[in-house]
């Protein structure tokens, strides 16, 4: 006892005040205030991930003391490994998994048929979107309030593809005049920006014309605007939701995509009102009145759709689902051709073939006998799909399955679509699914009565990347056709390999169930002797 005290310098007396001071202190109210905050807290959120919400088998918990949070941050860094694990635990009944925004119920395949038929009263694909999106803080909630760019998209875009493949061609041959010298010499470009600006282009010539679509005010704005989304997405789902009014309102992510849409209503707000004007005298240019904008000017209905600065907003809106739908997969494309380059010669020869066997020329009904290519697209997309997660629904009242599962009204669902797409159940060809066969949906398009299926823009209740039914993905036929323009181009004109010392085909990246091409991804390219492209 003694040599402790003369350690530590301290006598029986001395210890004895200390205690006796410690004694005095008050630990202060606030104390116990946010003591008992952090404690509801944390009860609240184990009693919503394991007692209340969908009642169903949980995945990605790996005890029951993890709060939401927790789970949340595990499928941010390990999706795809959450959802094998619960598909494979029951690919024939539903299992969930928890966000910070949703509980999530992941439906097996039986279940398809069964959802496609309940009318969107009960089962919403549009607010499910809007949720993923964040719509309330990034305003993507215009969908909610106008379904005018789905009608138009449907009824006017894919019904005129044949009437606008020429000028996509011809945006496509302006745009690639911006590539880097590459005559005579291998030079590195990265492919992510590079189809990126590509896609804006020729997506801007079918949503606005001539001469909108070479603005770079606009080309920034449709970019930037998709870019800025995703990120605020992915940022602020790694919080509570009771923060996100908050990190809304920090994130300048979020600042820019505002900043964005006040850019495209500057932009559109006075070409949209010289445009109905020449519309009410039937004197606007036939060039213009065919492109996305002009339809959306003559098809909006009276009130709230037609104020222009609601149309500009949706402009940009469109831009987002079109650019990076079509941007990923031709990224995709290309780093899985320069991987497996044994398939570029079959390609070219099929494209040759076809152009070639047109007496009247390239034309749109070309691109459809491309199946060689059209089968590399959807097997690059069957291994690289843009989301592990698709045909989602919040449920607008509640529903019971055949199989007994209770979906109560509120409910998140969707289907594991990358895990189907790796199934043998689901996967048919000589080859196993988890081999990659650029040509594997060629050859089953050998077989006549499966002539018409298997190809990119097609859904089926195991194919379900653009969705199934009626509220498919109405810009899929547009997307396919565009990726096809700029790869048969592309392919025909330029020779690529991987980059020497840079470890293959480059890796994706990923963020909750988000799959992205790397954006740092590098090939090299250089431009053939001669160029064989059809257009």
């Not at 310098?9 to 104390?31: F, H, N, S, V």
């Not at 005010?217 to 870019?227: C, G, H």
């Amino acid at each position: 006892m003694d040599s402790t005290l003369n350690v530590t310098g301290l006598d029986g007396k001395g210890i004895q005040r200390i205690l006796d001071t410690t004694a005095r202190i008050e630990t202060p109210p606030w104390y116990w205030i946010a003591l008992t905050l952090v404690l509801s807290g944390y009860l609240l959120s184990l009693a919503s991930v394991h007692v209340l919400g969908p009642k169903a088998p949980l995945v990605g918990i790996q005890s029951i003391f993890e709060p939401r949070i927790v789970g949340n941050w595990r499928f941010f860094r390990n999706s795809s490994k959450i959802i094998d694990e619960g598909y494979n635990k029951s690919k024939s009944k539903a299992f969930k998994f928890v966000r910070n925004d949703a509980d999530m119920v992941i439906l097996p395949a039986s279940a398809v048929e069964e959802i496609r038929a309940l009318p969107r009263e009960v089962a919403n694909p549009t607010i499910a979107h809007a949720h993923n999106l964040l719509g309330n803080f990034t305003k993507m909630d215009l969908i909610l309030r106008s379904d005018l760019h789905f009608r138009m998209i449907q009824t006017k875009v894919t019904p005129n593809l044949g009437a606008l493949t020429g000028p996509m061609e011809e945006e496509i041959r302006w745009a690639m005049q911006r590539f880097p010298d590459c005559k005579d010499k291998w030079t590195m470009i990265k492919p992510y920006h590079t189809m990126l600006d590509l896609v804006a282009s020729t997506s801007a010539r079918v949503f606005v014309g001539l001469p909108l679509c070479r603005d770079p005010a606009w080309l920034e704005a449709s970019v930037q605007f998709t870019e800025n989304i995703f990120v605020t997405v992915c940022t602020m789902r790694l919080f509570p939701t009771f923060m996100h009014p908050l990190l809304a309102w920090l994130l300048p992510s979020n600042w820019r995509s505002a900043a964005y849409i006040a850019r495209a209503q500057k932009i559109f707000v006075p070409e949209i009102l010289r445009r109905r004007a020449l519309l009410s005298q039937n004197k606007l240019d036939p060039s213009t009145a065919q492109t996305l904008l002009s339809w959306m000017i003559e098809c909006a209905s009276p009130g709230p759709e037609q104020n222009p600065l609601h149309l500009a907003h949706l402009e940009i809106v469109i831009s987002l689902a079109a650019i990076h739908t079509s941007q990923m997969n031709a990224v995709h494309v290309l780093y899985d051709l320069a991987a497996r380059p044994s398939y570029i010669d079959d390609l070219r020869d099929e494209i040759q073939s076809v152009a070639s066997s047109t007496p009247a020329g390239w034309t749109k009904s070309s691109y459809a006998q491309l199946r060689k290519l059209d089968s590399f697209m959807k097997e690059s997309q069957r291994f690289n799909p843009p989301s592990v997660l698709s045909y989602h629904r919040v449920m607008t009242a509640p529903h019971t399955l055949a199989d007994g599962t209770h979906l109560p009204r509120n409910s998140h669902i969707s289907l594991p679509v990358h895990a189907m797409l790796l199934d043998p159940q689901n996967v048919s060809g000589p080859a196993p699914p988890d081999e990659f066969d650029g040509l594997r949906y060629s050859r089953l398009r050998q077989n006549p009565r499966e002539a018409h299926l298997h190809q990119f823009a097609t859904t089926a209740k195991n194919s379900l990347n653009f969705g199934h039914g009626a509220a498919a993905c109405p810009g899929r036929f547009f997307a396919s056709l565009e990726i096809k323009c700029i790869l048969v181009r592309f392919i025909m004109n330029y020779d690529f390999r991987l980059v020497e010392g840079d470890g293959g085909r480059p890796q994706n990246l990923r963020a909750h169930e988000f799959i992205f091409p790397n954006p740092e991804g590098r090939l090299e390219i250089k431009e053939r002797e001669k160029g064989e492209s059809p257009f």
